[in-house]
C-alpha cells in the first residue's frame, strides 16, 4: 500500500490532547511489538502481511483519540474482541479486548475510557473505508495537536492537565499515578464485577456534592461539549477539587482492601486506620 498523503479535509483533530489510545508509566517508552505490512512470523518465519500494529500493553485503559461514536463490537477469530470507534471519515479499531467500555451506537469524546486491553492491543485504521498504516495515522493526529499548542490553541477542550486544581494527595502525586496506571483496569473491572463496591459514605458525599452544585448553579455555566458536558467553569472549581480527593480517596480504600497495597509514605497505624476508616 502506497504512503497516503494528508490533505486538509482529512487532518482529525482530537479535543484530548492525546494521539494515543493508552499512556506509558512514567519513564517507559511507547514501542511496537509488530508494525504494519509484510511481516515475519517470531518462530515460524512465515511471510504474511499485517493489517495493523501491535503493542505489548497488558490490561492497559484505552481512550478514544477523538470525539466519534462507536461503529462495531465483535468478536475476531484472529484478534479477539475488538471495538471500532468512527471520527468522521476515519474508523479505528482496537482488538485483542478483555473488555468494552463503550457499546455500539454510543457517542464518546475525545480522551474518554472506552476499552481495556487483554495480552495486547492491536490498532487498525481506514479512511473512506480504506485500509492505512495505523503509524502514520497516529502520526498526523501528534502532529496536529502540536501545532495547535504552538498557535497557542491549546487542545479545544475545556481541562489541560495543568487546569486542574490541585488534590489534598499532591506529595504523593507521583506515586498514586504509578499505581493508577497499574491497578485503575483492576479497580474498573472490580467495580463493574460487583467484587468491589464504592462505600456508602462516599456515594453520599459525592450525591451532596452534585447537589450543592446543581444549587449554586455551577452546571452548564459554559456551552456544554463532548469534552465538558456538564458545562463547568471557573466557578465549578470547588466542586471538582472535592471530587477529586473523593475519587482518589476511594482508589486507596481499593488498593488497601483488595491488593493490601498503601502509599510508601502510610504508616502502620495510619494504614490500618485507613483500611477501615472512612
Known amino acids: 500500500m502506497q504512503e497516503m498523503k494528508y490533505t486538509e479535509e482529512m487532518i482529525l483533530h482530537s479535543d484530548s490532547g492525546y494521539c494515543m489510545p493508552f499512556e506509558e508509566p512514567q519513564g517507559k517508552d511507547v514501542k511496537m511489538s509488530l508494525g504494519y505490512g ?4 517470531p518462530t515460524t518465519g512465515e511471510k504474511f502481511f499485517h493489517h495493523g500494529i501491535d503493542f505489548n500493553v497488558r490490561h492497559y485503559m484505552l481512550s ?7 461503529s462495531g463490537v465483535s468478536n475476531d477469530p484472529a484478534h479477539g474482541i475488538c471495538q471500532t470507534i468512527r471520527y468522521g471519515s476515519y474508523e479505528v479499531t482496537y482488538g485483542h479486548l478483555s473488555n468494552v ?3 455500539f451506537g454510543q457517542r464518546v469524546r475525545a480522551g474518554q ?5 487483554g495480552d ?3 490498532l487498525e485504521s481506514r479512511f473512506n473505508g480504506e485500509e492505512l498504516n495505523p503509524l ?3 502520526t498526523m493526529l501528534y502532529g496536529n495537536i502540536k501545532a495547535l499548542q504552538e498557535a497557542g490553541g491549546g487542545t479545544g477542550g475545556y481541562y489541560d492537565a495543568e487546569a486542574f486544581p490541585p488534590t489534598d494527595y499532591e506529595k504523593d502525586r507521583r506515586e498514586i499515578e504509578e499505581l493508577m496506571l497499574r491497578f485503575l483496569p483492576y479497580y474498573m473491572e ?4 460487583g467484587i468491589y463496591t464504592v462505600p456508602s459514605h462516599t456515594e453520599q458525599s459525592l450525591r451532596n456534592i452534585f447537589t450543592t452544585g446543581a444549587m449554586k448553579e455551577y452546571f452548564h455555566e459554559r456551552m456544554p461539549s463532548l469534552s465538558n458536558p456538564l458545562g463547568l467553569g471557573r466557578r465549578a472549581m470547588p466542586l471538582v477539587s472535592k471530587v477529586q480527593n473523593l475519587l482518589i480517596a476511594d482508589f486507596l480504600n481499593y488498593l488497601a482492601l483488595r491488593h493490601g497495597v498503601s502509599l510508601s509514605a502510610t504508616g502502620g497505624d495510619i494504614k490500618k486506620n485507613f483500611m477501615t476508616k472512612p
Open 120 to 122: 495486547l492491543l492491536h
Open 38 to 41: 509484510d511481516q515475519a512470523h
Open 101 to 103: 467500555f463503550a457499546q
Open 136 to 138: 502514520e495515522f497516529l
Open 113 to 117: 475510557t472506552v476499552a481495556m486491553s
Open 190 to 193: 472490580d467495580l463493574q464485577r
Open 64 to 70: 478514544a483519540v477523538a470525539s466519534g461514536i462507536v
